[in-house]
């Protein structure tokens, strides 16, 4: 776990942890102070809102299932996305959140959940999900197509998703006031944990990378003070002790993300 936690904590830019908890708290305080007959109900419907995007197959629905506590078993009848699915991580003194899984597949309801999500109600925060081209082929209803994209075409394919995606993030966090989170989920690591590094630099701001550059390209549309961009690993599946990554490690992972969740919406 040590060298893991080592290997987040690179990926974390330095600043701006604290002032985006201070100015959640302060809003909260400033509510308090304002209406005090409203706090109840302030508090009764919020827990955070976060959006969970990514292109299909790319690893969104295991991941919140894992985020929430979720058996996956669950969702087999949802495989294939094709409408919104709502998830919850409860947690006490509501340090939970509710996650709101944006369909990947290119249809119709993917665009309406995407204007739900960030224009509609925005969300507090959002995690991108990507998997170093390692998305599953899929057709709807849940059975496999035909596997014939190339790992290539299929970081072609995400990013061209980010390239949507990034900028309805964009333009959700000019609108507002308050700073927006966003967490690049780089998911299935289990798949290429030895190059793990190379993989997670790849997704990260200023790395020169196709993707790093539209992830600076969204940083200089939102302001930097704006939003605030971190690059996590992850696995939602997890093999015996002796594999790359464990099905404990997996969880340490999953554990490790929702630490940071926490810690972006002040609830640390
Ligand atoms: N090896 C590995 N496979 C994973 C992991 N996470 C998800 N998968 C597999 O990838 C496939 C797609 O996962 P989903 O969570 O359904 O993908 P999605 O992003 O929700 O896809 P859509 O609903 O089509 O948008 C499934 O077969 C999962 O079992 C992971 O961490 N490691
Ligand atoms: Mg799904």
Redesign the pocket.
Known sequence: MSRQSTRIRSVLPSSGRTALGATIAGGVLTGLAAAPERVGRLFRHRYPTVAVT?M????????ADRLARRSSIDSVAE???AVMERRTRRSARLHGFRFL?V???NAATRLGALDEVFHDEPVDGVIH?VANGHA?G?RTGGTTGAATATRAEQLVAELEDWAITSHRIASMAVRRDKPVWLVIAV?????YADELDEVLHYYSPGSGSPFGDKVDELRALAGGAKLSIDVLPV???GGDRKAAISARKAGEMVDALAVRLAQLSGHV
Do not use: E, F, I, N
């Not at 299909?56 to 991941?63: D, I, R, S, Y």
């Open positions: 990514g299909t197959g790319v690893g969104k629905t295991q991941l495989v294939g996305s899984v369909p990947g597949d999900v599953t899929r998911t299935k690591a289990d798949l696995s939602s599946q």
